[in-house]
């Protein structure tokens, strides 16, 4: 297909209804080039819907026998690496037998459909993530910058040190030296875990808070390390705006043993019958989140949290109250 009847078809499946004159605008291209472009795309069978008069315009309907779906660069490796981190969950969890074949055979389908340029940098990509029980790549914040996503996972896998630009919680910017071990992805964001040279230590830096990867020229020896652990040990551990303290009277294996999915707090061991689980995270949603999953274990607990976290446990139960 030419380059403008790719731009058109691309422009068409991304939502669901255009005017002429938007798709025109967009193409740079006259009205009566349009109506050309449109029927050509119907003489490939691809099912088009036109409407007339001064509101007309163009939707791309469904068919049984659609050709194939046109993806830019940005598109195709995340719609691929949400598809390897989604089989690499099913793996680890009860998922259908059918559910993980789909699964695993659309990954293999759109892979060998990735332009030859990206294929490698795609794959070096898959190899560079340590997925843990509960990845979200496709949740509200979405994939990050895919161009930086590629320049990290290069250099997780030539284990080459990097510079980059990292913007802090507080909005200022700082210039970091790391050596990159892994990308994890947790909750729909993804991070970077990586040995700050300056600093001496690990660190995990968002992904989307890194700006101007520079690869410096100088070689490491990778060490191990469990990223997913990792990261989320350093959410547990850390205080952010609201928190959050569930004590339960059972202990902390029992705890585990009753909780299905990962625990993303501190889990200390008070006596043989006791433990006590810290939340805490810089959204009110999030802290509420883990503490509704927590307290639908059957044991007895007592709730220590911030005023905004208890009215929102409050507002539940409310509503709760009207089931049934």
């Known amino acids: 297909m030419p380059g403008r009847l790719l ?41 088009v819907r036109s409407r007339t008069g001064r509101d007309g315009g163009y939707s791309l309907g469904e068919s049984s026998n659609l050709p194939p779906l046109q993806f830019d660069d940005e598109e195709a490796v995340a719609i691929a690496v949400s598809l390897s981190t989604a089989s690499r969950q099913g793996r680890g969890q009860s998922v259908s037998g059918g559910v993980q074949v789909a699964t695993d055979s659309a990954r293999i389908k759109l892979e060998r459909m990735l332009p030859t340029r990206l294929r490698r940098r795609y794959h070096r990509l898959v190899q560079s993530i340590e997925a843990g029980p509960d990845p979200d790549p496709g949740g509200e914040a979405g994939l990050p910058d895919t161009e930086v996503l590629l320049e990290l996972s ?5 284990h080459q040190a990097l510079s980059f630009i990292h913007v802090k919680r507080d909005g200022s910017r700082t210039l970091r030296r790391v050596q990159p071990h892994k990308l994890v992805t947790m909750s729909g964001y993804w991070y970077l875990v990586a040995f700050d040279s300056d600093r001496d230590d690990w660190r995990s830096f968002k992904v989307e ?18 990223a997913w652990s990792f990261v989320t040990q350093s959410f547990a551990e850390a205080r952010y705006r609201f928190s959050a303290t569930v004590t339960f009277e059972i202990s902390a294996q029992q705890l585990r043993s009753k909780h299905h999915g990962t625990i993303f707090g501190v889990v200390t061991e008070l006596t043989h019958q006791r433990c006590e689980v810290r939340l805490s995270a810089d959204a009110l949603d999030l802290v509420v989140e883990y503490l509704c999953a927590l307290l639908s274990v059957d044991a007895d607990f007592q709730i220590a ?20």
């Not at 290069?154 to 030539?158: F, I, N």
């Not at 808070?209 to 469990?226: C, G, N, T, W, Y």
């Open 7 to 47: 731009r058109l078809l691309s422009l068409l499946q991304s939502r669901g209804w255009w005017r002429a004159g938007e798709l025109s605008e967009h193409l740079g291209v006259e009205s009566r080039t349009l109506r050309r472009d449109i029927e050509r795309l119907k003489s490939l069978d691809y099912p």
């Open 209 to 226: 808070r890194i700006s101007s990867v520079k690869h410096r020229h100088e070689r490491f020896e990778p060490q191990a390390l469990d």
């Open 154 to 158: 290069d250099a997780c896998a030539d």
């Open 305 to 324: 949290a911030d005023r905004e976290v208890l009215n929102r446990l409050e507002a539940i139960r409310a509503r709760l109250g009207t089931v049934g």
